[in-house]
DNA sequence: CGCGGATACTGCATTGTGCATCATGACGCT
DNA sequence: AGCGTCATGATGCACAATGCAGTATCCGCG
């Protein structure tokens, strides 16, 4: 191994990406790269805040960004901002395709696994789940009602917004039918569990691509 | 969380509890944990192939599961089964409350950051994201419209199932929208684009919490 | 018999997380 | 003037998780 004088050994993460396209909108310390990041990235990106302090160095490391030291009294600040070779990267990596989206949820996972517990911790699940979405989408609707740091990013930014505020409806959607459907568990009518069981299964079933194409696989 | 008496330190994470629970419906290989992991969990529960190798192991070290060395001809082959503890555990952890769901999506970080780049690649990011979900409604589908390996779970199956249906219904629905906004964007028509930013901050904002009461941010 | 694909893993380097820790600045209170 | 408290601005460490390459065996097929 040898050492590369101007490119290091270091690859860029969709964490660099991220990082990368905050600091696009204007320099940043590493702590508001984490304040804005745990704001609207968190959204749709979920990061450790120490990852956002590591990556702004990983930038500039790989050319992508520059720190400025500067200080408030004693105490030492250091400033990121994007470089043309940054700038660059950002919009290759815009125009290239995307990993598919993905759900995490602790809860589906206990959903999935709901029958090696009684119905009273799957309703317990149920029931979090759809404070969890209810407060996601609260506080979505406070920062749609509120100001914005970026007026002019508003236009595309409120696709964004959207998207999430879809995704939490949904789910909180889905609480409010699931927690009925335990409720159908629960009161022990095995021929209404069938049928509900049943039914999901034939919406699942029912939801294909778009265009009526049959599929031949 | 508890420490079980002679166990070493070692703790648990979601990962464990997830794998767990597969090993509770019963005992499999390593490669089968990896395997099945990957059809039902990485719906609501992405982990790589390595991390379910790494988790048997780690399972039996903290007492809840235990390995039998089997072979096939020359070649060995090692099956895990949950133990008595091991069930405990599960049925605690299942007991427990859970962390908020989460989405992950490169394409939504691409959206948010759109402004850095020209339409046509905004454009390209919304339909790829179509596809994707898409594509995930339609496997879906075939699954709900197959055979189950545990029929019995099926009645609550179909609950984990619908909520991974409906978020992926509501990214499909979403883009469908978002293609339309994005023709508006291109169209050139401030007047428009201005109408269709406050109609989707009014949408997000119009989305409290269940309960009727009113938002006073 | 040779070939390819499914099975069944392991090793290594690196990224990312969770938690603890530390230090200063800003602001208000008494 | 002194004190407390919160926001600011990070760093270190251990461990979890990923990605990718590598190894080797089994099985069916021509």
Redesign the pocket.
């Known amino acids: 191994m040898q050492y590369c004088q101007g490119v290091p050994?270091?690859?860029a993460?969709?964490?660099?990406y991220a990082v990368l396209g905050l600091l696009a909108l204007k320099p940043w310390?590493?702590?508001?790269l984490?304040?804005q990041s745990e704001r609207s990235l968190r959204w749709f990106f979920?990061?450790?805040?120490?990852?956002v302090?590591?990556?702004a160095?990983?930038l500039v490391a790989l050319g992508w960004a520059e720190s400025t030291k500067t200080a408030?009294?004693?105490?030492?600040?250091?400033?990121y901002a994007i470089t043309r070779a940054g700038r660059r990267a950002l919009r290759a990596w815009l125009a290239a395709p995307s990993a598919p989206p993905q759900l995490e949820s602790e809860g589906a996972i206990k959903i999935f696994f709901a029958d090696q517990a009684g119905t009273e911790h799957l309703r317990a699940t149920v029931e979090l789940l759809a404070e969890q979405t209810d407060d996601a989408l609260d506080r979505l609707a406070t920062m749609a009602a509120g100001a914005f740091t970026f007026p002019d990013r508003m236009r595309t930014n409120v696709l964004s917004m959207r998207l999430v505020s879809d995704v939490h409806q949904a789910l909180a959607d889905w609480a409010d039918w699931a927690a009925g459907a335990v409720d159908v568990l629960d009161a022990g009518d095995e021929a209404a569990v069938e049928r509900q069981t049943r039914e999901t299964l034939a919406v699942i079933a029912g939801r294909p691509a778009r265009a009526g194409t049959p599929s031949n696989h």
Chains 1, 2 share one sequence.
């Open positions: 050994n270091i690859k993460t969709q964490t660099s310390t590493t702590y508001e984490a304040r979920p990061r450790a805040e120490r990852a302090y590591l990556e160095k990983r408030t009294g004693r105490r030492a600040s250091t400033v």
